[in-house]
């Protein structure tokens, strides 16, 4: 079901181009025909909207948008600890998040130079939520709640509709519990189309975040500059680090809990020690049986997990940042010297009690993180993705004066002769 590979500064970097290689399988087809959405939406808006809805979710429902009724309703049907669940973890996620928020700031020179930053929130951010089989009330906490401490004016929550044309109620009592403003039951590249463009019923916004299927994300992939995207999100993948002191039963659960997102997510274990690689595959295979989603599982492993042994940590540290996963557990006896050593990763997972999960639903860091090696440059989603910022310059005519002749200079030598007179008119 997942096979060793002997790291020998080949096998591990083969491994790697086909672990890459499985986030760009988007054909021809899925690109053309989101582009005829996207070019619908904008000429038809809620018309084109409602004519996909009915074609790819069955039916429209009677209100496309959710009455605050509804959303207070669907938040009292929930089960009492469930809803307890959402609020602790709010609460976690509340916590780590604010203390990202950055201040507007003025600096002042004592020859009456005043130089300065001013930050503040999007007017108007939308969030896709994938609804059905695929519905995840915690994503809705990791994008509202940093947009909400952010100072964003507005959230448009936008969601598929159920089969009988309602919302999921889990989503919905998600979205209470994180400060949504408004909802639209509409899903797909045609949701997308309609917040980065707007129609006469679903407003425009500024930025769209969230998960969703691959039209969806391509969606936003040709969307982006018309609005901003938090990221083009690949398959999820897990990377695992184990010396001879991590326990096979835990690495092996962990493993498959990111592979059972998607046929092509990725798990992969980097040890030093055979016993440990032996030991998980033989976990593997007993404990995926008795899971529900065991043939995706299965599949994922096969096709995208792997096991690699090396020779020294050094290695797998050198390796683990080659890779850049979107989630990377350490299961050392001592995890704490790693992470000055981990420099390429979405978010990092510190010791045996630390499994992913914790990260995706209630430690309080954001579950929205970079794949597909992009964890080399891009960071999670936080405050900061929710904010603009503006420089602001104030110079005196004695200041000017000062600095005028550097700046005639480099404008001239760049060759724009109206940049420098610019300058030269004042002094």
Do not use: W
Request: charge should be negative; hydrophobic fraction near 40%; aromatic fraction near 8%.
């Amino acid at each position: 079901m997942i096979p060793i590979t002997i790291a020998d500064s080949n096998a591990e970097f083969r491994l790697l181009d086909e672990l890459r290689q499985r986030g760009d399988e988007v054909s021809d087809k899925v690109t053309a025909a989101v582009s005829d959405i996207l070019f619908d939406v904008r000429a038809n808006g809620d018309e084109a909207v409602a004519e996909y809805t009915r074609r790819f979710d069955g039916r429209v429902p009677l209100n496309i948008e959710v009455s605050q009724t509804d959303i207070e309703n669907a938040f009292r049907s929930r089960d009492t600890s469930f809803v307890y669940a959402l609020y602790k973890a709010a609460e976690n996620i509340r916590n780590f998040h604010e203390r990202q928020v950055q201040q507007s700031r003025i600096d002042t020179k004592p020859d009456g130079t005043i130089l300065g930053q001013r930050i503040r929130g999007l007017e108007r951010v939308g969030i896709y939520v994938p609804g059905g089989t695929a519905a995840y009330p915690s994503s809705v906490l990791m994008n509202a709640i940093p947009a909400k401490i952010a100072g964003v004016k507005e959230i448009i929550m936008v969601t598929p509709p159920q089969k009988d044309g309602t919302a999921n109620p889990d989503i919905l009592a998600a979205a209470k519990i994180a400060g949504v403003d408004r909802v639209f039951l509409v899903g797909g590249a045609q949701a997308i189309a309609a917040l980065a463009y707007g129609t006469k019923m679903i407003p425009k916004v500024d930025k769209i975040v969230g998960p969703g299927n691959i039209y969806v994300a391509m969606a936003k992939k040709l969307l982006f500059g018309v609005v901003d995207i938090d990221m083009i999100a690949g398959p999820s993948e897990i990377l695992i680090i184990a010396d001879e002191t991590a326990n096979p039963k835990y690495i092996a659960a962990d493993l498959m809990s990111q592979a059972e997102h998607d046929r092509q997510a990725s798990a992969v274990l980097l040890t030093t020690s055979e016993d440990i690689a032996r030991a998980t595959q033989d976990e593997l295979y007993k404990q995926v049986e008795r899971l529900s989603r065991k043939d995706i599982i299965k599949q994922a492993l096969e096709d995208f997990g792997a096991i690699v042994l090396f020779d020294s940590m050094k290695e797998v540290v050198d390796y683990a940042n080659a890779v850049a996963p979107e989630h990377l557990e350490v299961c050392t006896k001592n995890p704490m010297e790693f992470i000055g050593k981990l420099d390429n990763a979405g978010s990092i997972f510190l010791g045996n009690y630390s499994p992913e999960p914790l990260g995706d639903y209630y430690a309080g860091p954001n579950h929205v993180l970079p794949t597909g090696g992009t964890a080399r440059f891009f960071s999670p989603l936080s405050v900061d993705s929710f904010i603009k910022k503006t420089s602001f310059i104030y110079y005196t005519q004695t200041a000017l004066r000062d600095a005028g002749a550097d700046i005639v200079k480099l404008a001239e030598t760049e060759g724009l002769t109206a940049h420098a007179n610019s300058i030269k008119v004042r002094l």
